[in-house]
């Protein structure tokens, strides 16, 4: 089952590294600066660094230094990357990691111009899997995420990771999505329709437990009060209100959706779209799901 759930969020991200949309558009830009960032850093970065993808800003939170190493799991076109990248120096390092060869390709050919048009020589960017990290135990000074460890199957492989590659006294600084309470059973058994970024997220005490039990101390889980219908402000069906098609999801569950994730071509559009406004005229999002920052401590 986790494997086909895998196989649905690499497919809906590699759409969205070719889906053009950037920072240049409108709906992104908002999405962004909503969640938390501000126009100098986008005016930073490639355009197409930002695809509205977020439900936080991580490295507003992360308190990173120069000469550091930080890792952004689930890195996309490399948006928290090349931040964190300007914070730690030339002196520091900064990894992004993702599963999906796109975003890759995406977050590397950004950087060849992230620089005021030069190439960053702090960065590098990995695929791979956020529960299996290609890197050495005790080796990064700070982990970063952004809306993707909701999406993983395992979470709890993918805490016992992060706890793994920290420094002793390493530290853990996330955006996600995570549930208030559970869903209604109407909301979480529907795979035709996909309500907001929160199909694969967990309640916030199970997440806070889920540290805890890792070995993480000084655990943090704050709901930052974002409103997720921002995502409906994005043209092109990329964002959160966006909808899984029936043909190839009919088999998954509605943990296989992903976050912020774009809507294929051949969907039944009108079909969906119906379900999802008759979903969303009985059930807010913000009554079940909160953007929270995470910060814990190894």
């Known amino acids: 089952m986790s494997e086909s759930i895998e196989q649905a969020v690499r497919s809906r991200y590699g759409a969205a590294a070719t889906s053009n949309l950037s920072s240049e558009n409108e709906g992104v830009h908002a999405v962004a600066q909503a969640f938390g960032y501000t126009a100098e850093e986008l005016s930073s970065i490639p355009a197409e660094a930002n695809m509205g993808l977020s439900c936080g800003n991580p490295t507003a939170t992360a308190n990173l230094r120069e000469g550091e190493t930080v890792v952004d799991l689930g890195s996309g076109g490399g948006l928290d990357v090349f931040l964190a990248a300007a914070k730690v120096g030339p002196t520091g390092r900064a990894i992004g990691i993702d599963m999906t060869p796109e975003m890759i390709e995406l977050a590397r050919r950004n950087a060849t111009h992230a620089d ?32 993707v460890i909701n999406l993983a199957p395992d979470k709890t492989a993918v805490f016992r990771e992060i706890a793994r590659v920290l420094k002793p006294g390493g530290r853990l600084a996330v955006s996600d999505i995570a549930l208030k309470k559970p869903l209604p059973r109407e909301i979480s058994e529907d795979i035709l329709a996909y309500v907001g970024c929160i199909s694969g997220a967990i309640l916030i005490e199970e997440y806070r437990r889920g540290l805890l039990d890792a070995g993480f101390s000084n655990v943090e889980i704050i709901d930052s009060g974002s409103d997720l219908n921002v995502y409906a402000k994005i043209d092109g069906n990329s964002g959160c209100s966006s909808l899984v098609y029936a043909d190839e999801m009919k088999s998954l569950p509605v943990a296989a959706s992903s976050c912020c994730t774009p809507e294929p071509a051949n969907a039944t559009e009108t079909e969906l779209h119906a379900q999802l406004s008759d979903l969303l005229r009985r059930y807010n999002v913000n009554d079940y799901a909160a953007s929270v920052k995470v910060y814990a401590l190894k």
């Open 116 to 147: 005021d048009g030069k190439p960053l020589t702090n960065v590098e960017f990995r695929l791979a899997k956020i529960d299996e990290l290609p890197l050495p135990d005790n080796s990064v000074d700070c982990v970063i995420s952004n809306c």
